[in-house]
Nanobody
Framework: QIDLVESGGGSVQAGGSLKLSCTVS????????LGWFRQVPGKEREGVAT???????TYADSVKGRFTISQDHAKNTLYLQLNSLKPEDTGMYYC??????????????????WGKGALVTISS
């Protein structure tokens, strides 16, 4: 069993920054992919970023250059640094994990575990 718990959501003005954290526990040695996806009301879930074993990262075009995914192996924690935020970045952000290697376009269909989410609200 894998447990994922997000933290760090909040409300900021456009142009601001936030950092999301995700604590991963359980049989983490089996995980090949960690990532983030988001859900905006009325829209489909969107993969935001992934990081696989070896540190290779992929990003959605909509966030490339603004968001950075990273992990701290010692703390079993995944991060998502969100910079230059826009109102359209508003949504629930979920931490996700997969037992195989996935890039950001495969995350939604491939992920095996996910957390309960953290709300990010960007005001104009």
């Amino acid at each position: 069993q894998i447990d994922l718990v997000e933290s760090g959501g909040g409300s900021v003005q456009a142009g601001g920054s936030l950092k999301l954290s995700c604590t991963v526990s359980g049989y983490i040695n089996y995980l090949q992919t960690l990532g983030w996806f988001r859900q905006v009301p009325g829209k489909e879930r969107e993969g935001v970023a992934t990081i696989i074993s070896g540190g290779y990262t992929t990003y959605a075009d909509s966030v490339k250059g603004r968001f950075t995914i990273s992990q701290d192996h010692a703390k079993n924690t995944l991060y998502l640094q969100l910079n230059s935020l826009k109102p359209e970045d508003t949504g629930m952000y979920y931490c996700a994990a997969g037992l195989s290697n996935y890039d950001v376009s495969q995350l939604i269909s491939g992920m095996d575990y996910w957390g309960k989410g953290a709300l990010v609200t960007i005001s104009s």
